[in-house]
């Protein structure tokens, strides 16, 4: 039975090829209808996203707004085809509307920065060369599309107060509405999935986003909102946020002191990132091992930021060892 009482929201849940299932896209019904997100660029998922409006007597074409949560594909793919057919006004963070202006280049620099980083954290060569084969089809995915409105932190959105919220992706924006106490949170929560805090590529110029560190910050921010109902990316909503972000935090936690009892006796252990995924999961398919190495480096800077680990480098391979008292 659904928690829903909001008779205008409808999720749409649309197929993707990732093992995270289905994604959800939700049609606000309003005198100006509008979708938040946008699914993955696959045929049937349009089809079905076609099928889903007619049943609630729309088309595409009536679409007047689309609001991104965050930038990832399976979010994103078919925004290309929505604008075509509806020319409705798309609402994202700045970095979104960059990634999409020239995707195809960013897709290829980001298949670059995860290659050198799977080296940096000792990931053996011919296993790196078989992770970017596995990745190569993801560029159909979506495709380049013009969004003409940035969405900043504090801004709001037909009604809706935006929140960026960076963690699992640096664009994560949450639509908040206090007067219904609803949230379009996107995949910055979710009641049956732990939202990975994925490594990603840095903006030029700038050192690379500590991404755990910056999630557990946001979480906390979204803690203090007075949310009745959460309409996540993922799965169906959800209310009693805080205690999801409650239980989210302890996994964290334990899962930060599991990867400590794993460095052990500095003198002993000194791991890569890679060595602590393969601990975590060791059965990780190798399309899933940048998941698993995000786990691992999220978790290896926490403990770093709290001195409780220290990084070394080994001719170009990172290594973590457990602090010694002595050393804090």
């Known amino acids: ?31 100006a209808p509008l979708l ?157 999935i732990s939202p990975n805090p994925l490594l990603r590529k840095p903006r030029e110029g700038e050192a690379r986003v500590k991404s755990l560190l910056e999630y557990k910050h946001s979480l906390r921010r979204t803690y203090k909102l007075d949310i009745d109902l959460c309409y996540p990316g993922h799965g169906e909503p959800f209310g009693n946020h805080r205690r999801i972000i409650e239980d989210l935090l302890q996994r964290h936690d334990r899962r930060t002191a599991a990867i400590l009892a794993l460095l052990g006796n500095p003198a002993r252990h000194a791991l890569t990132p890679y060595e602590v995924a393969l601990k975590l999961f060791p059965k990780i398919d190798l399309k899933m091992l940048h998941l698993g190495l995000s786990v691992a480096i999220g978790h290896l800077e926490v403990l770093e930021d709290r001195n409780q680990a220290v990084a070394e480098d080994r001719d170009g391979v990172v290594y973590y060892r457990g602090r010694l008292k002595a050393e804090g």
């Open 1 to 31: 039975m659904s928690l829903d009482p909001h008779s205008d929201i409808v999720r749409i849940s649309l197929p993707t090829p990732f093992p995270v299932g289905p994604v959800n896209v939700f049609l606000v019904k309003d005198e």
């Open 36 to 192: 938040i997100d946008a699914a993955c660029r696959m045929p049937h998922a349009y089809e079905r996203l076609v099928s889903r409006l007619r049943e609630n007597g729309l088309r595409v074409s009536d679409i007047r707004r689309v609001l991104l949560t965050h930038g990832h594909l399976d979010h994103v793919g078919l925004l290309s085809e929505i604008v075509a057919e509806s020319g409705a006004e798309v609402y994202a963070h700045p970095y979104v509307i960059e990634q999409y202006r020239s995707y195809e280049e960013g897709i290829d620099e980001n298949h670059q920065f995860l290659a050198e980083m799977m080296h940096r954290f000792g990931v053996p060569g011919e296993k790196v060369a078989l992770v970017a084969a596995s990745r190569s089809g993801l560029k159909d995915l979506a495709a380049q599309v013009d969004i003409q409105h940035a969405v900043m932190d504090g801004d709001t959105v037909a009604g809706f107060e935006a929140y960026h919220v960076p963690g699992h992706s640096a664009t994560d924006t949450l639509y908040y509405d206090p007067r219904r106490r609803i949230a379009f949170v996107g995949d910055h929560l979710l009641r049956n």
